[in-house]
């Protein structure tokens, strides 16, 4: 195993493992099997991308070890988006579809 690439993964973000890419050098877009759209759910209510977490990940693993939830950067948990409209990255932005898109979407408004 080499010692120097990857992720290095601390008791409070080992939940995180099974999100890493095979090659460890990034976590996953999408959860395997299946291949759903997965959000990285932050301490703070917010959503990040999985680029955000890997470029971020010292910063990330610092505020999730110390359960720092006022920085944005800590880590609750991994959600699966199944459906409902895009969640959006904190950090970047980027829209994060959901698997099966947004029921709600594309009708027309109105109440009956
Ligand atoms: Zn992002």
Not at 3 to 12: A, I
Request: glycine content about 12%; some cysteine; proline content about 8%.
């Amino acid at each position: 195993m080499p010692k120097s690439s990857g992720f290095r993964l601390t008791p409070k973000t080992e939940f995180l493992r099974p999100y890493l890419v095979p090659s460890g050098r990034m976590f996953d877009r999408y959860a395997w099997p299946g291949g759903y759209p997965i959000i990285y759910v932050t301490g703070d209510g917010g959503t990040l991308c999985n680029v955000c977490v890997s470029r971020n990940w010292k910063q990330i693993r610092e505020a999730t070890d110390s359960a720092d939830h006022r920085s944005g950067w800590s880590l609750l948990g991994v959600e699966i988006h199944y459906e409902g409209p895009d969640e959006v990255c904190a950090n970047c932005n980027r829209e994060i579809p959901s698997a099966y898109g947004d029921p709600d979407a594309g009708q027309e408004v109105g109440m009956e």
